[in-house]
Structures are given as structure tokens and as C-alpha cells.
């Protein structure tokens, strides 16, 4: 994501003049893109987070993460921000959610492993041993 942050925010008018080459469009689309895909390299560590939950078998909570991104952060961003900043915070309010979504994600992950430690469940789960061809004694 980071790869894919710096050629989108290097190249960004040659990525739009792909599809256009109007000047005004340009100067709309351009700080547009740079700044909607400001938090780009959040976005990859927010879905790990929620992927967790699912492998975790807590559907509930990786519901709720996937959701806080677009409902509870991204749509009162898009309706404030634009208030305040103009057309910047149209644009802003897309990364804003990222990094918030990421922060509850990590900060929500960081808790479940806390109470998974504090109640033993992974001190419960044996590693089998590697096989390594010889035989024990019984």
C-alpha cells in the first residue's frame, strides 16, 4: 500500500490526464486523489484487524469494525466536513475515516488480545512437536 500511495500521490496528474486533459478538471482532480489516498497505507492494517475477529470467530465485532468505517465515521465526516473546509473536506473526510477506523481496529485488536491473555486461552494451546524422524519411548 505504501508503493501504491507514493505512485498514486507521484503521478497522480498523469494517472487523471489518462482520462482527461481539461485544465479545470485537472485542478479539482489532482488534489482530490492526493489527498483521498493520504491514508492509503491504514487501510491494508484496518482490514487485518477485521479479518482477525472473523478468525477469531467473533463475527459480531469484525461486523461492527467494517461498519464504523463507512456509517459511524465516514458518512458524519462527509456531511460535516465539507461545512468547515469546502470541497476539501469532501475529500477529507475519506482518509479521516481510514485513520480513525484503523486507530478503533487496532486499539479493539490490542484489547481482545489483552483479555484473551489475562483469561488464559492461549496458555491452553499446545504446539505439537516437530517430527523429526525419531521415536520416543513410551
Known sequence: MGVALMVLEIFAPEIIGIFSADPELMAVAVPAMRITMAALVFVGPAILCVTTFQG??????????????QFIFFVPLLLVLPRILGINGVWMSLPISDILSFLVAGLWLFREYKLQQRTGVWSGITVPEADTGTKHPS
Open 56 to 69: 477469531l470467530s467473533k463475527g459480531k465485532d469484525a461486523l461492527v469494525l467494517s461498519l464504523a468505517r
